[in-house]
């Protein structure tokens, strides 16, 4: 059985104002055409590709492949947003090892513009589209407004509190070339943003943005190993409170089989919509040992400097729609390589990279993860 391993990232740079003529396919092209330079491999040697797209339909992957000259023998779609990334992988790791594929290109991105966002928000699903449409709220701010005051009451978490990951998070993003936000942030001015949806302000709300990403996945060649990787779908319901995501079940297994715990990885990306469903992960994970999750932002993030979501994160960096379910894989790819620049984490040799959305009634229904090695 061939060992799974990622050959190559690719990142489209994220645009708050593209140009006239980009679009959800000219993204999800360019970071093709990209993704094959990084890996140094030819179009001819793509038999398989995976894409995760909300803008690109009516087209899909097979209309993709078409255009930019793929003959595949393994093809997926996949709209599932914040866990598409890690999915897609997922999928694409079991057509290797089986043999349906040897090279497969997974492809994630969305251009928006002012009308096309709006669309989506308002037909996220069939409950969105005959209930919550009809009324004003700005799509899921209100939502995740009720989220994080109920964990700010129950972990007894303040503004500043979850101020201090947003910092440090756009600390990594001036490092950062390609994120959209690199202007250097201050909790006060954090804190001073305007209000959207009590308690979140504006900085706690992830801007939408254009881009794609791109992975090449291959059974040979040296690359990023695949260590583990697991998901749950509905975990629970939407019986819960949405402070515990799926990863919160999945997490043990998880570091079993990949044969290490939460305290030894070097790099750490986890989705970050907002900030109280990255710190939910973050505690899902079992990073947060002590259960003090304001002791842990204060001293392990503002202070110590945990590398977490070190290309500034979405939050920073921007969430250019599916894309935001792969930007972590493209950043751990980054820094397993030694390729991150200026905010290059000394000696990393271990990642691991969460996925979590796609909002069903109350909050997001889906989770993954994915422990990755340093080739």
């Not at 942030?185 to 706690?204: F, G, I, K, M, N």
């Not at 905010?343 to 990755?372: D, I, S």
Request: charged residues 20%; negative net charge; contains cysteine.
């Amino acid at each position: 059985m061939p060992e799974v391993r990622i050959v190559g990232a690719a990142e489209v740079p994220y645009t708050r104002h593209p140009a006239d003529d980009v679009s959800t396919e000219s993204l999800l092209a360019d970071a093709f055409v990209r993704v094959l330079a990084d890996a140094g491999i030819e179009r001819s040697a793509v038999d398989g590709l995976g894409v995760a797209s909300f803008m690109l339909p009516p087209d899909r992957a097979i209309d993709l492949a078409w255009k930019i000259g793929v003959r595949a023998r393994w093809l997926m779609d996949d709209g599932n947003g914040g866990v598409s990334g890690i999915q897609l992988l997922q999928h694409a790791a079991r057509a290797i090892e089986s043999g349906d594929a040897t090279t497969i290109v997974l492809l994630s991105g969305d251009h928006f513009d002012a009308g096309g966002f709006r669309q989506m928000v308002d037909r996220y699903n069939i409950v969105t589209e005959q209930y919550l449409a009809k009324i004003p709220t700005g799509g899921p701010n209100p939502l995740f407004a009720m989220i994080t005051r109920k964990q700010m009451d129950e972990r007894g978490l303040t503004r500043e509190d979850y101020g201090r990951l947003v910092v440090a998070q756009r600390r990594w993003a001036t490092l950062n070339p390609g994120a959209v936000y690199r202007s250097p942030l201050t909790l006060q001015e954090y804190l001073d943003a305007p209000a959207v949806a009590e308690p979140l302000h504006r900085l706690d709300c992830v801007p939408v943005v254009s881009g794609a990403d791109a992975l090449v996945v291959s059974g040979s060649g040296d690359g990023v190993k695949i260590r583990a990787l697991r998901s749950l779908y509905n975990y629970d319901g939407q019986r819960g409170d949405g402070l515990r995501s799926g990863i919160a079940e999945i997490a043990d297994d998880l570091w079993r089989d990949a044969g290490v715990g939460p305290e030894d990885v070097d790099v750490i990306s986890v989705y970050d919509d907002y900030p109280a469903m990255a710190i939910a992960q973050l505690d899902d994970l079992g990073l947060v040992p002590d259960g003090d999750i304001a002791g842990f932002l204060e001293h392990r993030v503002e202070e110590e400097r945990l590398p977490v979501n070190t290309s500034g994160g979405q939050l920073s960096a921007g969430q250019a729609g599916c894309a935001g379910g792969m930007i972590g894989l493209v950043e751990a790819f980054a820094q397993l390589t030694g390729r991150a620049g200026g905010r290059q984490v000394e000696n990393a040799r271990l990642a691991v990279v969460t996925g979590y959305g796609m909002v069903l009634y109350r909050y997001g229904g889906c989770a993954n993860a994915v422990v990755l090695e340093a080739p």
